[in-house]
């Protein structure tokens, strides 16, 4: 055999021996030795910070177990990926896996007391009392109950590059007449001109509010119209970039091409040392009379988790990190904007320009609602600013949409209904098994082919107990979700009705927009055009490299495989950001050749185009390698008889090579029109379902449904158990019409 | 046949050569851009983005790779100790992954390919049906029976995880590359005292090594880039895999592009290098059950 097998089989054994020290050496908690001996109790500190506050809560620990309230404990920090925080906090807290102490913002704390995932923190003394802003402590509170205390504001302020704009502006339309003075691709302002929550704060300046304080939704009218009219000006006179990311803005600031920019007190850390800058209050709007912008303000807290181990501990190190010793470390180390008055008032943080223009712009903010609805106004929102920022549509008419879509995600949840209905059939279905099974097993000829199966079992089991209890049962578990309605941890059963609100699309028209009428067919069209540009590509680099003859065949194979051994979720984001108006390469690529740029996700048919080619990308090698396979395998001789017929090189692939080869492509094919079918990574990462979720495919609205929705996992499970109805239906349907003689081959 | 018509003939035969060197040039133009573009982003030290076309950093600075190694400035706690640890745990995991699969699927897909049994067709149908249902709710049940497994944040849990659901791919994988082999090879081998295990080990599995080989690397590709699951059952970063770092860099408010790249480089590296070392296995092995089918 060949030497790469031979060091295969030497990587395996390795493997394996590792495996076996790894069973016995870190099976059960896995904590090194020396740490048993410990006699501290643990602490569990769970946070997604980035970098430099990281860096500070460290810091805060460690001051923490050396103080005399923290010597008894000794403290667990994880750093939990922003990505994963929300998911991995409702799985594990139920369980009791989770932390003692997490930091999140307050306007999420309805939301966890609403699944007992935090516990009330308890009485405060009068120190602490007054240590702390009224206001923020009611952000904290609800019903009666304090659940966290408060450690740090998050809030938007002007950042102001110097070198370009002497004077703070006092208006915003002082910065809009800049735009005459600087060069092009320097901007004026630069903000995430698309996003809901930096255009609260023109939103609120003009009067306006996103979710009332009644908890309904407000983004409409005149406020919301004027508030759009602005923001198309800002953008077509470019005095604020389009389709600005948070990562843009810190990028152009950082690079002196922006006089200002909008952003948290977190811009600042990335901020080089060459660049002088300065941060400034939000200016006020002349045409909004003199108003100025109001960000929204997140108060930022440690909350007690229910089922926290060491209770006490936790207290006491929530006590530390929000009180006067832990603000002062985290305003010095990660410049925070602490909550703590006695840390505040020291002279030298009264005295820093950066972090008291920061508090004076969270002064006049507006902390974020608390309602659990808010959560549902984004996505309405920001569809509607995009809608009418990157769409010609009218200003009433994005707006009347967003807001039918606002009451389409929070109309209330089907009725709880009896299961005894379910029971029944489920038993009954019960009964019939048993009843088949007896007469199955009283049947010779049954008990016969039992009996031959025997020795195939021996074969079969651990196979069949591992896939039954980690992919079966989970998947199943999965499945019965979809009979309830709820949020995680508060779920009740509610029959079909899941079922009938996706298949009649929510009351809405069949075939509108993100009804599940017409994303099954955009996934099928998506399924459709990738798997004929996968077999098209694949097929033909295959045929062009099999040619004995061509030189550098083996660099050439390697070289297009690549695309396969490369994480999805990496080069996905890549292609996203080669698809970039403004600085993607495709674009770049375009007005070298003298094109106009095109804003790739503005369109339905060129964000399509831009996830095909990405998904493409991501896909021919596998096509390619196994047509290379297939092609191997076919016998020369056919090749040689054929030419001595004179068959020409398209008669020769037509009648030898692909009626040998189709059989062998076809699981390949069905398997990547599964994989396709299923394809979130590129449509989430590359379109994330723009415009206006019409790109999105089943899987990606499911995942919508289930965790940006107001979590509607019985919603989600409806459209994963209807993806699997669909799939089965579609393979089963294909297999009989391409391969009837395959059916037959083993029934 | 004359002289002339002989040299034209050989002309065309060249420029038809030039013509497939062109075509598959293009296509490798077309495999190479995108993750030079990742390579670009690696190597440029924060800068601010600039329309180009050529995928090449301005002024290449290792500083990102540093960062996430953990050495020099600005990286985290722990350093390029706690980078290697994690490497050694996606070395790990992702290994045991691929032996763990393979061992599960190989006895299985011989079965499926071997004997007529009692169940087999329901059984075929199951492992299909698992490749079809999207995983998005199956999630929290899982963390439930490894919660009462108790392998949660155990680097075991994760493998079991993992090769599992690697399985039924190999399974269909492998019962392929078995049906392609001649029934005589082991009765012959059972004629000569054999028992049938004995025959399935000693004679069956050496002629689909490339077929295990190729099934290992999936499982093991598995393994090596999941980070959904692994962010959410592990929970100290001496048990985190690599992905899970890596997706630390996209924050809240902040996303570290460069160091994301030069992650995903450091990441992508291993698999890479075994792509290459397995790239004729891979051919063979992908496609030898399909002919037979």
Redesign the interface.
């Known amino acids: 055999m060949t030497g790469s097998v031979r060091r295969l089989a030497a990587l395996s054994g390795l493997a394996a021996l590792s495996l076996f020290a790894q069973l016995s050496v870190f099976s059960g908690d896995g904590a090194p030795v020396a740490k048993a001996q410990d006699a501290r109790r643990t602490v569990r500190v769970w946070h997604a910070y980035d970098e430099a506050e990281a860096r500070a809560l460290r810091e805060v620990v460690r001051d923490f177990e050396r103080s005399p309230e923290g010597q008894p404990y000794r403290l667990e920090v994880l750093h939990v990926a922003f990505g994963a925080y929300a998911a991995k906090l409702e799985s594990a807290i139920p369980t009791g896996e989770g932390p003692d102490v997490f930091i999140d913002a307050h306007e999420r704390i309805v939301t966890y007391v609403e699944r007992h995932l935090v516990q009330p923190f308890g009485a405060l003394s009068g120190r602490e009392r007054f240590d702390f802003d009224a206001a923020h402590l009611e952000a904290l509170t609800v019903g009666r109950a304090l659940y966290g205390l408060p450690l740090a504001l998050k809030c938007g302020a002007l950042y102001v590059n110097d070198a370009l704009l002497p004077n703070d502006p006092a208006t915003l339309e002082e910065l809009e007449a800049l735009r005459a003075h600087l060069p092009v691709g320097t901007y004026p302002l630069v903000f995430e001109a698309e996003s809901a929550y930096w255009d609260a704060g023109l939103l609120h300046a003009y009067g306006g509010r996103l979710l009332d304080s009644s908890g309904r939704y407000a983004f409409f009218g005149p406020a919301a119209e004027r508030t759009l009219a602005h923001l198309r000006r800002l953008v077509d006179t470019a005095v604020v970039p389009a389709e600005a990311s948070g990562d843009l803005v810190k990028k152009l600031f950082a690079g002196g091409r922006a006089a200002t920019a909008i952003g948290g007190p977190w811009l600042a850390p990335d901020l080089p040392r060459s660049l002088h800058w300065h941060v400034a209050p939000l200016p006020s709007v002349r045409a909004a009379s003199g108003a100025p912008l109001v960000p929204y303000v997140t108060i930022e807290a440690a909350l007690i988790a229910t089922r926290a181990r060491e209770i006490e501990g936790a207290r006491a190190f929530a006590r530390f990190l929000a009180g006067p010793k832990g603000a002062a470390v985290r305003a010095r180390v990660a410049r925070q904007i602490v909550a703590s008055r006695t840390a505040a008032l020291d002279p030298e943080l009264v005295r820093d320009p950066f972090l008291s223009a920061f508090r004076r712009s969270a002064e006049h903010g507006l902390p974020l609602p608390t309602n659990p609805r808010m959560r549902s106004t984004f996505e309405p929102a920001q569809r509607a600013i995009r809608n009418y920022l990157r769409g010609g549509r009218s200003a009433r008419d994005v707006l009347e949409q967003g807001e039918r879509r606002f009451d389409d995600l929070v109309r209330p949840l089907p009725a709880e209904r009896s299961p005894a209905p379910a029971l029944l059939v489920v038993s009954l279905g019960l009964l019939l098994a048993v009843a088949v099974a007896v007469r199955r097993a009283r049947d010779p000829h049954f008990r016969l082919a039992v009996k031959r199966s025997l020795p195939a079992y021996a074969y079969v089991t651990h196979a069949v107990i591992a896939v039954g209890l980690l992919v079966i049962a989970p998947l199943a578990v999965g499945a019965a979700t979809s009979l309830f309605a709820g949020a995680p941890g508060n779920l009740h059963y509610v029959g079909l009705a899941n079922y009938v609100d996706v298949l009649t699309a929510r009351g809405g028209a069949l075939l509108g927009t993100g009804s599940f009428w017409l994303v099954l067919l955009v996934t099928i069209l998506w399924t459709a055009v990738n798997v004929a540009l996968h077999l098209l590509l694949g097929v033909g680099l295959a045929l062009l490299l099999d040619r004995p003859t061509l030189r550098f065949r083996g660099i050439y194979r390697v070289l297009l495989v690549l695309p396969w051994a490369v994480p999805s979720y990496v080069t996905a984001l890549a292609w996203k950001g080669m698809f970039h108006r403004q600085f993607g390469a495709v674009n770049a690529m375009l007005s070298a050749l003298g094109g106009e740029p095109i804003s790739w996700f503005a369109r339905w048919s060129t964000a399509f185009a831009a996830n095909v080619a990405t998904n493409v990308w991501l896909g021919f090698p596998f096509m390619m390698v196994v047509t290379l396979g297939a092609l191997a395998a076919i016998p020369q001789d056919l090749y040689e008889a054929a030419e001595v017929d004179g068959a020409t090189a398209w008669q020769r692939f037509r009648l030898v090579t692909w009626p040998l080869l189709a059989p062998s492509l076809g699981p390949a094919i069905a398997m990547g029109a599964v994989w396709t079918f299923n394809m979130f990574n590129v449509v989430f990462l590359v379109s994330g379902g723009e415009p206006d979720g019409t790109t999105d495919i089943l899987v990606s609205e499911a995942y919508r449904w289930a965790f940006t929705r107001s979590q509607q996992v019985g919603y989600a499970a409806a459209y994963a158990v209807l993806i699997f109805g669909v799939l089965w239906i579609g393979t089963r349907a294909l297999g009989r019409a391409t391969a009837p003689d395959a059916a037959g081959t083993k029934s | 046949m004359s002289a002339p018509s002989s040299q034209r003939a050989h002309g065309r035969a060249l420029l038809a050569?030039l013509g497939?060197?062109l075509?598959?040039l293009l296509?490798?133009v077309?495999?190479?851009?995108?993750?030079l573009?990742?390579v670009a982003?690696a190597l440029s030290p924060?800068?601010?983005?600039?329309?180009?076309?050529l995928?090449f950093a301005s002024h290449p600075s290792l500083e990102h790779f540093a960062a996430v190694l953990g050495v020099g400035a600005?990286s985290?706690?722990g350093g390029g100790w706690l980078f290697g640890r994690q490497l050694l745990n996606s070395?790990?995991v992702s290994?045991?992954t691929?032996?763990?699969a393979v061992a599960?699927?190989t006895?299985?897909a011989?079965?499926?390919a071997r004997?007529?049994?009692?169940?087999?067709?329901e059984?075929e149908r199951?492992?299909?049906?698992?490749?079809?249902?999207?995983?998005?709710?199956?999630?929290?049940?899982?963390?439930?029976?490894l919660?009462a497994l108790?392998l949660?944040?155990?680097?075991?849990g994760l493998?079991?995880?993992y090769?599992?659901?690697a399985?039924?791919?190999a399974?269909?994988q492998l019962r392929?590359a078995f049906a392609a082999i001649p029934k005589d090879l082991e009765e012959a081998a059972m004629v000569d005292g054999a028992t049938?295990f004995g025959a399935f080990l000693r004679v069956v599995l050496?002629v689909v090594?490339?077929a295990l080989?190729v099934t290992?690397l999936f499982a093991f590709m598995t393994a090596?880039?999941e980070?959904?699951l692994a962010?959410?059952f592990l929970?100290?970063?001496?048990?985190f895999t690599l992905?899970?770092v890596l997706?630390?860099y996209?924050?809240?408010?902040?996303?570290r592009?460069g160091r994301?790249?030069a992650g995903?480089i450091l990441?992508?590296l291993p698999?890479?290098g075994l792509?290459?070392?397995?790239?004729?296995?891979?051919?063979?092995?992908?496609?030898?059950g399909?002919?037979k089918?």
């Open positions: 050569e497939v060197h075509l598959v296509a490798v077309f495999a190479l851009y995108p993750v573009w990742v982003l924060g800068d601010a983005p600039e329309p180009r076309v995928p600005g985290e706690a070395v790990l290994a045991s691929a032996i763990v599960l699927a006895p299985a011989y079965a499926l004997f007529d049994f009692v169940g087999a067709k059984g199951a492992l299909l049906a698992t490749q079809m249902f999207p995983g998005v709710a199956a999630s929290i049940p899982l963390y439930l029976i919660d108790g949660l944040d155990t680097r075991t493998v079991l995880v090769a599992t659901t399985v039924p791919f399974i269909f392929g049938r050496p090594r490339p080989a290992a090596w880039n980070f959904v962010a959410t929970s100290r970063e001496e048990t992905p899970v997706q630390r996209v924050g809240e408010y902040d996303a592009w994301f790249a995903a990441v992508s698999v890479m792509f290459y070392a397995l790239q004729r296995n891979l051919v063979r092995g992908l496609s030898a399909g002919v089918g």
